[in-house]
C-alpha cells in the first residue's frame, strides 16, 4: 500500500522534479509571470486547464529558489529543498483562492516555507533514533557490531518483541 502511494506520488512530481534539475543546473529560471499573465493562467487552470498549471509552476520557480536560500544552512543539499519547495508551491497552485484578492507568490511564499519547515522538523525527530540493525562499533577482530548483537539473546526473538 505504502509502495503504490510512493510509487503514484513519485509518477506525479517526475516531471516537476526533472524541470527543476535542469534548471538548477543552468541556475537560471523562467522570469515571473506579470499581474495580468498571473490571472489568465490562474483562470485557466480554475477552467481544467492542467498546461496551464504547468506554466504556474515553472515560471515561479525563482521564488522557490528565492526562499530555499534562508535553508542553506540547515545541512541539506540545495536539490532537495528545492524539490520540497516545489511541492509547496504545487500545493499553493491547487489551493490558490483567486477571490482573496492576494497575489499567488504571496500565498505561495507561505505554502513553500511551511512546506520545507515541516520537512525539516520531520527530520529533526527521526535523527536521534537508532535502528537495533545499525552498527554501533567493532569488535576485537574488526567485524561491524550492532546492538542487537550485544543484546545477548536470539535476534528473532528480540525483533519479535520489538515488533509487539
Known amino acids: 500500500m505504502i509502495t503504490s502511494i510512493i510509487s503514484g506520488l513519485y509518477n506525479l512530481i517526475e516531471p516537476i522534479l526533472l524541470l527543476v534539475g535542469s534548471f538548477s543546473q543552468n541556475n537560471s529560471f523562467p522570469k515571473p509571470l506579470s499581474p495580468e499573465e498571473e490571472q489568465q493562467y490562474l483562470l485557466l487552470y480554475e477552467n481544467g486547464d492542467e498546461e496551464a498549471k504547468n506554466i504556474l509552476i515553472e515560471r515561479n520557480l525563482r521564488l522557490v529558489a528565492h526562499i530555499v536560500k534562508k535553508y542553506n544552512n540547515t545541512g541539506r543539499e540545495i536539490d532537495d529543498l528545492i524539490s520540497i519547495g516545489t511541492i509547496g508551491l504545487i500545493k499553493a497552485i491547487n489551493t490558490f483562492d483567486m ?28 535523527q536521534s533514533e537508532i535502528s537495533i540493525q545499525d552498527p554501533i562499533g567493532t569488535d576485537r577482530e574488526g567485524n561491524e557490531l550492532s546492538l542487537i548483537d550485544i543484546l545477548g539473546t536470539d535476534p528473532d526473538e528480540v525483533i519479535d518483541e520489538v515488533h509487539l
Open 99 to 126: 477571490s482573496k484578492n492576494v497575489r499567488l507568490a504571496t500565498y505561495a511564499a507561505r505554502c513553500i516555507d511551511n512546506e520545507i519547515l515541516m520537512t525539516i522538523r520531520s527530520g529533526k525527530k527521526t
